[in-house]
């Protein structure tokens, strides 16, 4: 079986439509969206008169997406600072969004972890389990330190 893999090149209207239909079901960093005009055929020039487009709507704003991106990852995933970082870092947003929306996310990690944790060992303070555990929450972004001392308090309630 053969695929087509020339691909044809979208006029400025195409280009328009794919990313309006893009954004129709969920929210694009501008990178991604040129991005995925770019995968799509879609001509520089094309992609930046969309854009501008988009921005002058409202349907692209870098800042407010990440503002809501870090919020979303911190209070659905659940997940650590540096992790949400680097997932903005990702979505090609600048350093100066990325800092404001995690500014924005202000509450004490350790608060966050702690039930986390809890649950995560549920109890069982064995090595084994507890290197699981740490680096489990170190893939989610949170800090070693953060992270050893919410099983220290943890191991020290449950000795009581």
């Avoid at 990313?19 to 929210?27: G, K, Q, S, V």
């Avoid at 055929?41 to 709507?57: S, T």
């Avoid at 099983?151 to 020290?156: F, M, S, V």
Wanted: glycine share 6%; aromatic share 10%.
């Amino acid at each position: 079986m053969r695929y087509n893999t020339e691909q044809r090149e979208l006029s400025f209207d195409e280009a328009k439509d794919k990313a309006l239909r893009l954004l129709e079901f969920r929210a694009h960093s501008e990178r991604e969206l040129t991005d995925k005009l770019r995968r799509a055929g879609a001509k520089a020039e094309d992609i930046e008169e969309v854009l501008d487009f988009c921005r002058n709507y409202g349907f692209v704003n870098d800042r407010a997406y990440a503002l809501k991106k870090a919020r979303d990852l911190k209070n659905l995933k659940r997940w650590g600072i540096k992790r949400i970082k680097s997932e903005l870092y990702a979505k090609g947003l600048s350093a100066e969004y990325i800092e404001e929306a995690v500014a924005g996310l202000d509450d004490d990690e350790r608060d966050t972890l702690l039930p986390l944790v809890e649950k995560k060992l549920g109890g069982n303070f064995e090595k084994k389990n507890v290197d699981k555990c740490i680096r489990y929450f170190i893939y989610r972004g949170y800090g070693f330190s953060d992270i050893k001392s919410c099983i220290e308090n943890l191991k020290t309630e449950y000795e009581e």
